[in-house]
């Protein structure tokens, strides 16, 4: 069982620029979410996506924005960066049918903005 | 607006020291999960509890599950370092569709 991996691990952009960092989900799991994690505090939830289609959303910007492809991976998009979204970007995948949304959670991005 | 309070946010103790985390609504919940994250490494789950007055247990960690299922509580005894990391409760509120409501964490520091 392959579990859930995230590229690139560490990054690092300047104010304005656009990024993205991608996620393959564990095998066997169709939906993806994507949290946004500040140190030492618990993982906000930005988005879910499910059959390639966005499943619910947290409170950010349109400015951050996803793509969930056939094979269930998935990109999380962000423009015009801003300082504050300097954190460690968590993708976690699930099963759609399963009862209790468990999270499998990939060891994270770690996104610098300078 | 529904909350998951979480106490306490830091926590340093020796090893071997015994120490209880809590995980707290004034809303219902369908399911309640915990998760362990070590530095540089993403959550980790370590139990579902689902019933009120549920008990679970891995080893030296013990979860209960409040009898209205508006609570919960990690106990962890004989602590060690290994123990160390980010303790995360996240529950799925009754009637809210699966959403996932999670807690700010707990952060344990034990020492040798």
């Known amino acids: 069982e392959t579990g859930v991996t995230q590229s690139p691990t560490h990054l690092i952009k300047t104010r304005g620029q656009q990024v993205t960092l991608r996620c393959s989900s564990q095998s066997g799991h169709n939906t993806v979410s994507w949290y946004q994690q500040a140190l030492g505090q618990g993982p906000q939830f930005i988005f879910q996506y499910y059959r390639e289609e966005e499943n619910g959303r947290g409170n950010f910007p349109p400015r951050f924005s996803g793509l969930q492809f056939p094979n269930y991976s998935s990109e999380l998009n962000v423009n015009a960066l801003e300082l504050d979204d300097s954190a460690l970007y968590l993708c976690?995948?699930?099963?759609?049918?399963?009862?209790?949304?468990?999270?499998?959670f990939g060891p994270g991005t770690r996104l610098t903005v300078l | 607006t529904q909350l998951l309070e979480q106490s306490p946010q830091f926590l340093s103790i020796q090893e071997g020291e015994n120490l209880t985390v809590y995980c707290n609504s004034s809303?219902?919940?369908?399911?309640l999960q915990w998760y362990r994250q070590e530095p540089g490494e993403g959550p980790v789950l370590l139990v579902t509890v689902v019933t009120g007055g549920e008990v679970k247990k891995l080893k030296r960690l013990t979860f209960q599950f409040g009898d209205a299922r508006k609570d919960s509580s990690l106990h962890i005894t004989a602590a060690q370092p290994g123990d160390t990391g980010l303790y995360l409760c996240?529950?799925?509120?009754?009637?809210?569709?699966?959403?996932?409501?999670w807690g700010l964490g707990t952060s344990l520091a034990v020492n040798p």
């Open positions: 996240a529950g799925v509120y009754a009637g809210n569709n699966r959403k996932l409501i």
């Open positions: 976690a995948s699930s099963l759609a049918s399963g009862a209790y949304n468990e999270q499998f």
């Open positions: 809303s219902v919940f369908s399911s």
